[in-house]
């Protein structure tokens, strides 16, 4: 019955210049669940920026609203950081922002569960690499530096296809 299904909230958080990503991730949770949702009576709920309803307030604690409902974060990141949420924020962007929460709420109880992607990045971009790619870098350091993620590189978005399925398919 549809009724009785589980459904399963996967947020997406990643900055612009992973629109394609984006859009095949979409597509992956689709076919799944044409395929699965009723034979597995599951329904997966995937979740980003660009699916948040618009409302008074500031923009990314409405977004942030929808991350905290969601059991399973999974961030993406290629050359840019992303933008600060406000003038205020003690974030340099939505990202960041958003990771930091799924990690307190990781901490705290366990949800949401976390996944980390980044695309591989050419030599000639790290040769030289801006202020967004930098944030990156330093970020992808701190990950491994600290030995608590586990994460996965991918190549193109063909690539993708097959690490967001399989992480999908596994929670």
């Known amino acids: 019955m549809a009724g009785n299904r589980k459904v399963i909230s996967f947020f997406l958080a990643s900055p612009g210049d992973l629109f394609l990503e984006r859009k095949v991730a979409k597509q992956v949770a689709d076919e799944l669940n044409s395929m699965l949702s009723l034979k597995l009576n599951v329904h997966i709920e995937l979740v980003g920026w660009e699916d948040t309803v618009s409302s008074a ?49 990781h901490r705290n109880c366990k949800k949401p569960l976390i996944s980390l992607f980044f695309k591989k990045i050419d030599a000639l971009a790290l040769s030289d690499p801006g202020q967004q790619l930098q944030k990156v870098v330093s970020f992808r350091k701190k990950i491994i530096e600290e030995k608590t993620l586990l994460f996965q590189e991918f190549e193109n978005e063909k690539d993708f296809e097959g690490v967001i399925r399989k992480c999908i398919s596994n929670y």
């Open 57 to 105: 307030g500031r923009p990314q604690e409405i977004i942030n609203r929808d991350l905290e409902r969601c059991d399973v974060f999974i961030g993406i990141l290629w050359k840019r950081w992303g933008s600060a949420p406000d003038n205020e924020s003690k974030y340099e962007s939505g990202f960041e922002e958003e990771f930091a929460i799924a990690t307190t709420g």
